[in-house]
């Protein structure tokens, strides 16, 4: 059984940080290129950051470029989002996602997402 379970969302300061994790089962995770999305409310879901396989790529949304890193422990079957500087325009529900090729095409699985407030 495909599994993505996220976890890490908080409620946090603006100019705070947050580190996500995405713990994936049931799939050979090595094998996929990983993503997070965030989706705030009455907006539509948008990508933030992903990872190719093995770590070699990686690409961020204009608006988290130089405050998010985004990495993967291929040992661990899991993936992080490091948000550094949040501000209250990341408030969202962030998403993990997987699937099998990095440039293009539909993502294979999703998690349940992670509640992400930024407010003081």
């Known amino acids: 059984q495909v599994q993505l379970v996220e976890s890490g969302g908080d409620l946090v300061q603006p100019g705070g940080s947050l580190r996500l994790s995405c713990a994936a089962s049931g799939f050979t995770f090595s094998h996929y290129a990983m993503s997070w999305y965030r989706q705030a409310p009455g907006k539509e879901r948008e990508v933030v950051a992903r990872i190719s396989i093995a770590g070699s790529s990686t690409n961020y949304a204009e608006s988290v470029k130089g405050r998010f890193t985004i990495s993967r422990d291929d040992a661990k079957k899991t993936v992080y989002l490091q948000m550094n500087s949040l501000k209250p325009e990341d408030t969202a529900v962030y998403y993990c996602?997987?699937?099998?090729?990095?440039?293009?095409?539909?993502?294979?699985?999703w998690g349940q997402g992670t509640q992400v407030t930024v407010s003081s």
């Open positions: 996602a997987a699937r099998t090729n990095y440039w293009g095409g539909e993502e294979s699985a």
